[in-house]
């Protein structure tokens, strides 16, 4: 299995939790003043890397590497941007090299004010700015997904951290934080995570990538059988909530590895893979037929 991705680790060295590169991409912006964007991501960075954002020890091989990559389209006004946001989360595959992409998702309600210098102050009990609301939210989602890919429904104060900074938000005026513009938003991510209709999704998380990934090196058909339930679990999920941000999310994310993890062994469960994986998303059936066309 080739390596999807690989992050920069050397972005701070003072990281707790995470390991968080960020950049932002201003060429559509029309500034004399470039050196504020320099700014953002060393502020945004340090904002991600330095903040203690749980309770539990980290060693150093045990930090999380993730991506946020800015891409700022206007700027309506001194201080005011708007643009999208890509945010990206990687985790270790046991006994290899290869990382696996857990996370990898485009917020495009994505706007914040922001001068130079200004402090990046952030209270999980209230709202302070939309800035770091959104790399708050986007912290906790980061860790939510990585403890639930060790421990069953390992996520679970994390997602519910992320649901207090939607509700911090909700009043704030800010797109992205309520229910009715969009259903690909982080009022829908946090609100799917703590659905009970979306526990089996989660539960899937772990089969996947503790008793699937994990397992893949030396039990390569446990591997694979561990993963066909786990996706037959996403399958049901999608039937009673069709298209939800979680299991869309996973797929821009997984689809290619899957992919590739059933390129070969036994052909029964390759089948039955690419008939779960073309019913929740028709649109990749031509990629999934790959499953089975060998």
């Known amino acids: 299995m080739a ?23 201003s060429q559509k912006i029309e500034s004399t003043e470039r050196g504020i ?53 990687v985790r270790p595959i046991y006994g290899t090299s290869y990382e696996t992409t857990i996370i990898n998702f485009a917020d ?10 200004q402090p990046l102050n952030f209270n999980e009990a209230s709202f302070s700015s939309n800035i770091t609301s959104i790399l708050g939210f986007y912290a906790n989602i980061i860790l939510a997904y990585d403890y639930d890919s060790f421990e069953n429904m390992g996520g679970d104060r994390y ?14 005026g800010y797109a992205g934080w309520d229910q009715f513009n969009s259903v690909r938003n982080r009022y829908w991510w946090a609100e799917n995570s703590l659905n009970p209709i979306m526990r089996p999704f989660r539960e899937a998380m772990y089969e996947y990538h503790l008793k699937g990934l994990d397992l893949m090196t030396d039990q390569p058909d446990v591997a694979r059988a561990n993963i066909l339930e786990a996706i037959r679990k996403i399958y049901n999920v ?13 797929l821009d994310s997984k689809a290619k590895e899957i992919t590739s993890i059933f390129s070969q062994g036994d052909m029964g469960v390759r089948r039955q893979v690419y008939d779960l994986l073309r019913q929740i998303d028709p649109a990749r059936a031509e990629e999934f037929r790959a499953i089975i066309s060998n």
């Open 37 to 89: 964007f320099d700014q953002m991501e060393r502020e945004f960075a340090n904002f991600m890397n330095d903040r203690k954002w749980s309770e539990d020890r980290f060693e150093p091989e045990e930090k999380i590497r993730c991506m946020v990559q800015i891409t700022l389209e206007s700027q309506p006004e001194i201080g005011l941007f708007t643009g999208a946001v890509q945010v990206i989360s």
């Open 238 to 250: 999608n039937r009673s909530k069709p298209r939800s941000i979680m299991v869309i999310s996973f």
């Open 3 to 25: 390596l999807v991705l690989l992050i920069d680790t050397c972005v701070h060295v003072k990281a707790q939790e995470l390991v968080c590169r960020v950049s932002v991409n």
């Open 108 to 117: 495009r309600d994505f706007n914040f004010e922001y001068t130079q210098s």
């Open 159 to 172: 997602f519910s951290k992320a649901w207090q900074a939607v509700l911090n938000a909700q009043s704030s």
